[in-house]
């Protein structure tokens, strides 16, 4: 069994997990703040959320696992330790945020530093709260921070025309052709106000001629509507039309209650919190749906080191190697990977420890070309 490092998950120079950030971002009075004060002392499951700041807008929040629930009562370790991600409450956009007004370089670049957006929406009415553009409109309200994220990701595009224009023409070299004629459709794209991830290209063309210029708008997203409690299952005409407007951008949406998420992150009582949402007709708060779809529109995967120091929850980016996936741990089992000792999750749970996997043949040697499956039990054998 390997020896695995200890760390804390508030210390981000000690941490050997993946560095996974979201922003949320929403116009002024949106619910943004609320939301994120609210994941800030959220409750998942039978356990808490370990929160934490790292700057006056950053916090790291755990992903919400039942695997790890069912590990713990298996193995009884000394502690659990899940993954973790980083939430940060990006500063309130204004129109000319492209061009900086208000705080939009501030902005801007804090989105440029995530790995996904969380874009807030305000889809309920109260008369008492007050809309920065005077009326309810998330469809709007969408545009408006789309415009800005398109006008910067023009600005960058048409940069690199520039630059790369009479390279290409001059040299006549394919690949430089190619880069060029793929840079020049994205910026047909986005002028007519479509996001970079929905521009059609392959993997490959991407990672050679897109990825230098850090696009904000091929950034994975999720759209959070911030509606009423009556709202909160089914959405209502607001969420509606944003559905509507979302159709082919590859985005998910969820439907939360900043308001009831502030309810639910004081409450103590995991059995208080449960019948709360029961009543609702939620099985989950928001914080926790939220969490997992933001993991999820990553293509992030989890493996678990299970043993009676410590049962903890890895992140990898899905298909992953076994000699990468131990390099998550720490460089030194990469570099000396030997084989990976691998029990799938279900079979923990039905035999009830590794002894026993290992005695009903469930225990499988894998060597450098595994690709490491969700949920899988791994020790790593290396020699450094």
């Known amino acids: 069994m390997i020896q695995q490092p200890v760390t804390k998950i508030c210390n981000k120079k000690n941490q050997n997990r993946m560095a996974l950030q979201a922003g949320i971002v929403g116009l002024p009075n949106v619910g943004k703040s609320t939301l994120f004060n609210a994941l800030s002392n959220a409750k998942a499951q039978a356990a808490n959320f370990p929160f934490c700041t790292i700057e006056p807008n950053i916090g790291v929040i755990t992903v919400p696992d039942e695997r790890l629930i069912a590990l713990e009562k298996l193995v009884k370790p000394n502690k659990v330790v899940p993954t973790t991600v980083e939430i940060v409450d990006i500063a309130g956009l204004v129109k000319g945020a492209s061009k900086g007004e208000g705080l939009g370089n501030q902005f801007l670049g804090n989105i440029r530093n995530t790995d996904a957006i969380i874009h807030v929406l305000r889809c309920f009415d109260d008369d008492n709260v ?8 998330p469809v709007r309200d969408k545009e408006i921070i789309d415009t800005e994220l398109q006008l910067k990701d023009l600005d960058s595009v048409e ?8 390279m290409a023409r001059t040299s ?6 190619r880069g060029l004629d793929i840079v020049q459709a994205l910026r047909s794209h986005l002028e007519q106000g479509k996001n970079a991830r929905s521009f059609e290209a392959t993997r490959e063309d991407k990672a050679k001629h897109l990825a230098d210029l850090f696009l904000l708008t091929i950034k994975p997203v999720i759209y959070v509507c911030n509606v009423d409690e009556k709202s909160v299952v089914k959405g209502n005409k607001h969420t509606d039309a944003l559905k509507e407007s979302i159709k082919g951008e590859n985005a998910e949406i969820l439907f939360v209650s900043a308001e009831i998420e502030s309810e639910i992150a004081v409450m103590e009582s995991y059995d208080d919190r449960q019948m709360f949402l029961e009543d609702l007709g939620l099985h989950e708060s928001g914080a926790a749906r939220l969490i997992k779809s933001t993991y999820r529109i990553l293509n992030l995967a989890t493996y678990f080191t299970a043993g009676v120091q410590e049962v903890r929850a890895w992140t990898i980016t899905k298909g992953m190697l076994a000699p990468q996936a131990a390099g998550v741990i720490h460089t030194d089992f990469e570099k000396g990977f030997i084989r990976a000792e691998v029990i799938k999750y279900s079979d923990f749970i039905k035999l009830g420890s590794e002894a026993a996997c290992r005695e009903a043949g469930k225990l499988a040697v894998q060597g450098k070309d595994y690709v490491v499956e969700d949920g899988d039990i791994m020790h790593f054998r290396f020699n450094v």
Do not use: M
């Open 130 to 137: 007050i809309h920065v553009d005077g009326s309810i409109n």
């Open 172 to 177: 006549g070299d394919k690949e430089s052709l």
């Open 159 to 166: 940069r690199k025309i520039s630059k790369s224009e009479k």
